[in-house]
């Protein structure tokens, strides 16, 4: 199947995933209890639509513990920033994606500082391969950063095999509310 017919048929998927709420309850604990997010001192973490894992805890929680946390901000091109945020109150704009987002007088995270990033997937496979939107923001954006990369998906999301080309990122950890893969 090609990206564009995957996409299709993984948002269907997605939509009907019952019991999303515990399921994200799941995954966020699981991710919780990583060292990769225990041990980073500044983290990014994508600001969750309806359909997707939530990670309006995580965000709260980041803030909670001390952590830098900062959220994507999309510019033009199909680049992004990660500005850090204090609060799930400093997201008062929504961007052309209808996605919450701080506004820009915000400070800016240099992507090389970034010890940990979540990051969203319509699906993923085995070896850690995602498949995104179609934008290309997280596959521009992490290969400027050193960070532990970690996809979150419910289960369903995760697929024998990803179509990936060399431009595409494989994230380091997938988890799901079955457990984590690396």
């Excluded at 997280?138 to 179509?163: H, M, N, W």
Aim: net charge negative; aromatic share 4%; charged share 30%.
């Amino acid at each position: 199947m090609n990206k564009p017919d995957l996409r299709r048929e993984m948002r269907r998927i997605r939509k009907d995933i019952p019991d999303k709420d515990e399921k994200s309850r799941q995954i966020t604990q699981a991710v919780l209890d990583l060292p990769a997010w225990k041990n980073a001192e500044i983290i990014a973490i994508y600001v969750s639509t309806p359909e997707e894992v939530s990670t309006e805890e995580l965000i709260r929680r980041g803030i909670a513990e001390g952590k830098t946390v900062s959220v994507p901000k999309i510019r033009g091109n199909g680049e992004m920033d990660m500005i850090r945020i204090g609060s799930f109150d400093d997201l008062t704009m929504k961007n052309r994606l209808s996605i919450p987002e701080p506004p820009k007088e915000l400070p800016v995270i240099l992507p090389e500082t970034i010890g940990c990033m979540i990051v969203p997937g319509l699906a993923f496979d085995k070896a850690g391969n995602r498949l995104g939107q179609g934008g290309g923001y997280y596959d521009r954006y992490l290969p400027k950063t050193r960070c532990t990369s970690i996809g979150l998906a419910f289960d369903g999301q995760i697929l024998e095999e990803v179509p990936h080309e060399e431009t595409d990122v494989s994230m380091d950890l997938l988890v799901t509310e079955q457990g984590i893969l690396e």
